[in-house]
């Protein structure tokens, strides 16, 4: 179920069979549908993705102001992308680490935080579209998928850097990305938003919560061994302002990132 999402290219086939799967996975495990049994898979290395956009480096994505019609809507493009890019993280870390022995739990979370990033692409690519746009209209970031690379001989290092680095950023600017469409009172977008950044939450907290399963059963330090992940395929520093209050809630304590935000 996870490769064929993963090998599906195009964006709203890719989310609507990425949803299709997790209602299949919650009706099994509620007792509703035949037991769905966990195997191994080999899902490749990069996901297949539709034409457009144009993935470009970081430097190279044009910059826009969000303060003008354009700049919202690169704004709606860019978390679109982000989102797309999460579902495929998602349905990735299940199946390339199948042959890491893990509670049913930990498919019960993936599977759960996929399901909600395909429903926030959708929320992004219908805002997109009320705004005369639409998710492939604009260039995008290429380097989205370079952490899933990076770690995909290291299920730690994954955990580490995706959800409890990558996604916890997300909790730090999603507040002022909101505020920038509140001013433009455009409602949908504001709506979109604070669902995403609400649900968001717990996509880091299942992070923190399987890395610190897995320093438990290998008896390491969560902090020093996170510490040390991120400073090796982590590609910079950590950059605050962080939002620290919804750290806490989803289980990242301030001393695990704040010595991130300097060269080691």
Not at 62 to 73: A, D, L, N, Q, S
Not at 113 to 125: G, I, P, R, T, V
Not at 236 to 259: Q, T
């Given at each position: 179920m996870a490769?064929?999402?993963?090998?599906?290219a195009?964006?709203?086939?890719?989310?609507?069979?990425?949803?299709?799967?997790?209602?299949?996975?919650?009706a099994a495990?509620?007792?509703?549908?035949?037991?769905?049994?966990?195997?191994?898979a080999t899902?490749?290395?990069?996901?297949?993705?539709p034409?457009a956009?144009?993935?470009?480096?970081?430097?190279?994505v044009?910059?826009?102001?969000?303060?003008t019609p354009?700049?919202?809507?690169?704004l709606?493009?860019a978390?679109?992308?982000?989102?797309?890019?999460?579902?495929?993280?998602?349905?990735?870390?299940?199946?390339?680490?199948?042959g890491?022995?893990?509670?049913?739990?930990?498919?019960?979370d993936?599977?759960?935080?996929?399901?909600?990033?395909?429903?926030h692409?959708?929320?992004?690519a219908?805002?997109?579209e009320?705004?005369?746009?639409?998710?492939?209209?604009?260039?995008?970031?290429?380097?989205?998928?370079?952490?899933?690379e990076?770690t995909?001989?290291d299920m730690?290092?994954?955990?580490?850097?995706v959800?409890?680095v990558?996604e916890?950023?997300g909790?730090?600017?999603?507040?002022?990305?909101?505020?920038?469409f509140?001013?433009?009172k455009a409602s949908?977008?504001?709506?979109?938003?604070?669902?995403?950044y609400?649900?968001?939450?717990?996509?880091?907290?299942?992070g923190?919560?399987?890395f610190?399963?897995l320093?438990g059963?290998?008896?390491?330090?969560?902090?020093?061994?996170f510490?040390?992940?991120?400073r090796k395929?982590?590609?910079g520093?950590?950059?605050p302002?962080?939002?620290?209050?919804?750290?806490?809630?989803?289980?990242i304590?301030?001393?695990?990132?704040?010595?991130?935000?300097?060269?080691?």
């Amino acid at each position: 179920m996870a490769v064929e999402v993963l090998t599906t290219a195009d964006a709203r086939a890719k989310t609507a069979l990425s949803r299709r799967h997790a209602a299949t996975w919650r009706a099994a495990r509620a007792g509703d549908a035949p037991t769905i049994e966990v195997g191994t898979a080999t899902p490749p290395m990069r996901p297949a993705r539709p034409d457009a956009p144009e993935l470009l480096h970081p430097r190279d994505v044009p910059r826009r102001k969000p303060g003008t019609p354009e700049g919202r809507i690169a704004l709606l493009h860019a978390v679109a992308h982000i989102e797309l890019n999460a579902v495929d993280l998602h349905w990735d870390i299940i199946a390339r680490f199948s042959g890491t022995r893990l509670p049913l739990g930990f498919c019960d979370d993936w599977v759960k935080a996929a399901d909600e990033e395909s429903k926030h692409f959708n929320l992004m690519a219908d805002c997109l579209e009320a705004a005369g746009s639409h998710y492939g209209a604009l260039p995008a970031h290429a380097g989205m998928w370079r952490a899933a690379e990076d770690t995909a001989e290291d299920m730690m290092a994954r955990l580490a850097v995706v959800p409890m680095v990558l996604e916890a950023r997300g909790l730090d600017v999603t507040p002022g990305m909101i505020e920038v469409f509140r001013r433009a009172k455009a409602s949908d977008a504001v709506t979109a938003l604070e669902t995403i950044y609400a649900e968001e939450v717990a996509h880091v907290a299942y992070g923190s919560k399987w890395f610190h399963f897995l320093c438990g059963r290998h008896d390491l330090d969560p902090k020093e061994v996170f510490h040390a992940l991120v400073r090796k395929h982590f590609h910079g520093n950590l950059r605050p302002p962080f939002n620290e209050e919804k750290r806490a809630e989803a289980g990242i304590p301030p001393d695990f990132y704040w010595p991130l935000t300097e060269d080691a």
